[in-house]
C-alpha cells in the first residue's frame, strides 16, 4: 500500500539576512588574515544565495535589541556565545518553528484534522532538549495524548528522508496512520567568525527554516496535489568520512564541509541512484529523461552544479533547487522539503509525473527518494 505526501508547507523566522550585507560584516570581523577575508568574500559571493532566514533578531538593524548575545551592531563585531547559550535560544525559538510549519501543514490538508494525526516525527540537528519538539508538537497542537512520537536528531541535511521512510512503514502497519513529519533547523545560532575555511563556507550557506508533511496511507479525496512515496534508498560513498561532519564544540556546533565535497558527489552520485532507480524500466535507462522533476537538496551552488552536469539534468529541472537556494540558502535536514514542496505545487495538467529526490550529509551519506506527483481531476 502507497503513502501519500498530502501536503507540504513551510514556516521561517522573520529575519532576513542579505548575502552581500553579511558578506561585510564577516569580511571585516578582527582577527580575519587576508586569506581569511577572501575567502570570505570568494565563498559569500559564490554561493549562488541573495537571502537567508535567522532567528538571531541581532542581526536586524531595525530589531532594538539592547543586549546583543550574536552581534553587537553598534561596534560591528560578531559575538561568541557558549554552545549553552546557542542552545538556549534554540529551546527558545525553535518549538515556535515546528509550531508554526505543523498548524500550517494542518490547515492546508483537507480532511485531515489535528483528531486525526497518529504519529509525529520531529527533524532536527541544531539543538536538544527533552521534553523536546515532539512533545511540544503534540501539546501545542492538542493532538491525542496517545500518538506516538519519534525525533531523528543530529542526522544533518539527510534527515528528512529517514522521517518519510518512518512515515510511509507506519503509513504501511496501519492503513489509517496519518503521520505528521516536521523538520526545523536553526542554523544561524552556530555561526561565528574564523579563518578555517569550513567555518566561513558555513556561514557562507546555512540558514533557518522550518518545513512539515503530512504522510497518509489513504489517497486524497479532493484535487490538490499530492506525492506518492515510490521508493527510499540510502547509500554511503566509500570516501568522504572526514569531509562533511557535525560536532558540538564549546562555542556552538562546529561544521566540516570541505572543498572536496562536490567532487565526491560528482564521482559516486551516478552509483548512488542506481539501488533507488532498480526496477524502474520505464526511466528507459536515462533518469533526467524519464523523470521530469529534480529536488536536490542545494548544499551548496557547486554542488548543484556537480549533480546537473553529472546526471545531465537540464536548468530547468535544477531551478526549484536553485531558487530555494537563491532565496532561503541551506537550512539542513528541512530544505529538501522546501524543494518539494516548490515542485508539488507547480502548475501541471491533470495526470502524473516522476520526482526524484536526493541529500546528502555526514558520512557522506546519500539519500534518495522516488515520488509520482499525482494531479487529480479537478
Request: aromatic fraction near 6%.
Amino acid at each position: 500500500m502507497p503513502a501519500y505526501i498530502r501536503t507540504i508547507q513551510t514556516a521561517l523566522p522573520p529575519t532576513v539576512l542579505v548575502q552581500s550585507e553579511a558578506r561585510e560584516v564577516f569580511s571585516e570581523q578582527a582577527g580575519l588574515t587576508r586569506l581569511g577575508q577572501r575567502l570570505v568574500r570568494t565563498s559569500f559571493d559564490g554561493s549562488g544565495i541573495e537571502t537567508r532566514r535567522s532567528v538571531i533578531a541581532d542581526f536586524d538593524a531595525d530589531a532594538g535589541v539592547i543586549d546583543p548575545l550574536f552581534f553587537d551592531s553598534a561596534t560591528g563585531s560578531l559575538l561568541a556565545p557558549s554552545t549553552r547559550v546557542r542552545n538556549d535560544v534554540y529551546i527558545r525559538e525553535a518549538g515556535l518553528l515546528f509550531f508554526a510549519a505543523a498548524e500550517a501543514a494542518l490547515g492546508a490538508c483537507p480532511g485531515i484534522s489535528a483528531a486525526d494525526v497518529t504519529h509525529v516525527v520531529t527533524v532536527s540537528c541544531t539543538g536538544f532538549y527533552a521534553p523536546g519538539p515532539d512533545y511540544e508538537v503534540v501539546r501545542q497542537l492538542g493532538l491525542s495524548t496517545a500518538t506516538q512520537r519519534y525525533n531523528i536528531g543530529f542526522m544533518g541535511c539527510y534527515a528528512a528522508f529517514p522521517a518519510l521512510r518512518a512515515a510511509a512503514a507506519f503509513c504501511a502497519a496501519d492503513p489509517d496512520a496519518v503521520v505528521l513529519v516536521v523538520s526545523c533547523e536553526l542554523c544561524t545560532i552556530h555561526v561565528r567568525s574564523s579563518n578555517d575555511p569550513d567555518q566561513i563556507i558555513a556561514s557562507s550557506v546555512f540558514g533557518d527554516g522550518a518545513a512539515a508533511a503530512i504522510v497518509t496511507g489513504r489517497a486524497p479525496e479532493s484535487d490538490a496535489p499530492s506525492l506518492i512515496i515510490d521508493r527510499l534508498a540510502s547509500d554511503l560513498t566509500p570516501v568522504g568520512e572526514k569531509d562533511m561532519a557535525w560536532t558540538i564544540g564549546d562555542s556552538g556546533f562546529e561544521m566540516v564541509l570541505s572543498a572536496a565535497v562536490p567532487k565526491i558527489i560528482d564521482v559516486y552520485i551516478e552509483g548512488a541512484l542506481k539501488p533507488l532507480l532498480a526496477g524502474e524500466p520505464d526511466l528507459g535507462g536515462d533518469p533526467a529523461t524519464g523523470i521530469r522533476h529534480w529536488a536536490i537538496h542545494p548544499g551548496g551552488r557547486s554542488i548543484l552544479d556537480k549533480v546537473e552536469a553529472k546526471l545531465g539534468l537540464s536548468e530547468e529541472q535544477l531551478a526549484p533547487s536553485r531558487r530555494i537556494l537563491r532565496d532561503y540558502g541551506n537550512m539542513s535536514s528541512a530544505t529538501v522539503l522546501f524543494v518539494l514542496k516548490d515542485i508539488l505545487e507547480q502548475k501541471a495538467p491533470e495526470g502524473t509525473d516522476r520526482v526524484c529526490a536526493m541529500a546528502f550529509g555526514p558520512g557522506l551519506t546519500v539519500e534518495t527518494g522516488l515520488f509520482t506527483r499525482v494531479v487529480a481531476a479537478s
